[in-house]
């Protein structure tokens, strides 16, 4: 039975009218237009489908509605502020840490949620942080390179 459900989408109030229990890749891809949140293998394995949800990287998925009552939650679209890429976005262009694409939003914002805590992180940090999230592709080198430049970017410069 739908509930009324608050969040906060991208630094802006969400009101969702929806079954508590439906999946938040779901309600932010369908009812709420945030394509960039991809559907990768539906069972919290793959990584594709992670958003920020107060800042931790949250596999959408698997994550219910209900859950992010009263959070905010951040997705690829709300990363770019004012027409200017987030520094990781940005490495990620610099690094060509992409192939297809698709896991890229997800890596993104697992990789933020890394240097938001720690810009100085090591690789093998970086490694061990981003192991949730796949890349069939096979760019992972060129990824870690770019999370390695954002935390400089960010502030990390050793």
């Keep these: 039975m739908a509930q009324p459900i608050h969040f906060t989408l991208n630094g802006k109030p969400a009101h969702v009218s929806a079954d508590p229990k439906r999946m ?28 920020l949800v107060d800042g931790e990287p949250t596999l959408s998925c698997s994550t219910p509605l209900a859950d992010v009552a009263g959070k905010s939650v951040v997705t690829i679209e709300g990363l770019a502020k004012d027409g200017i890429l987030h ?15 698709y896991c890229t939003p997800g890596m993104i914002l697992r990789a933020c949620a890394l240097l938001m805590r720690k810009p100085r992180a090591t690789r093998a940090e970086i490694l061990e942080h ?6 069939r592709c096979g760019a992972q080198v060129r990824i870690v390179t770019a999370i390695e430049a954002a935390g400089k970017a960010m502030g990390g410069a050793q």
């Design 130 to 135: 981003m192991e949730g999230n796949l890349c």
């Design 24 to 51: 938040l890749v779901w309600v932010l891809r369908e009812d709420l237009g945030q394509t960039g949140t991809k559907v990768g293998c539906g069972a919290g394995l793959c990584g594709a489908c992670t958003v």
């Design 87 to 101: 520094p990781v976005q940005q490495a990620f262009l610099e690094h060509n840490a992409f192939q297809c694409g």
